[in-house]
């Protein structure tokens, strides 16, 4: 396994495909719906997660409030972080890797897109061998 990854979007079919990409590189992914959901579960299980991919627009916290809390956290300081969002605006982009983020990707994506990021991100994966 190449670790824990916690998928946090507004959408659950975003969130599925997103885990269903982390999980054939040889993740494990949970999974929250916005900002408060994935504080709350990384305050349970943070210690294992070791990638997060949070989208920017949602309810209640959006991905850019959530990255600066997170990033506030010492324990947390080094988990990357790859935004996944339609914020195709360079301020946008500025303002998440300013907060925190350690990387950015557009929506629409493509598993080649989210392995590109892990690559530059250094973050092992394993590809589960088909059967």
Known sequence: MAGKALVMDDSRAIRGVL?????????????????VEALALM??????VGLILADWNMPEMNG????????????????????????????????????????YIMKPFTSAMVEEKLR??????QPVAAH
């Open 19 to 35: 885990s269903k990409i982390l999980n054939s590189l040889g993740f494990d992914t949970v999974q929250a719906s916005n900002g």
């Open 43 to 48: 305050a349970r299980e943070g210690a294992d």
């Open 64 to 103: 850019l409030d959530f990255v600066k809390n997170l990033r506030a956290q010492p324990q947390f300081a080094a988990v990357p972080i790859i935004m996944v969002t339609t914020e195709t605006n360079i301020d946008h982009m500025i303002e998440a890797l300013t907060a925190g983020a350690n990387e």
């Open 120 to 125: 530059i991100l250094q973050i092992a994966t």
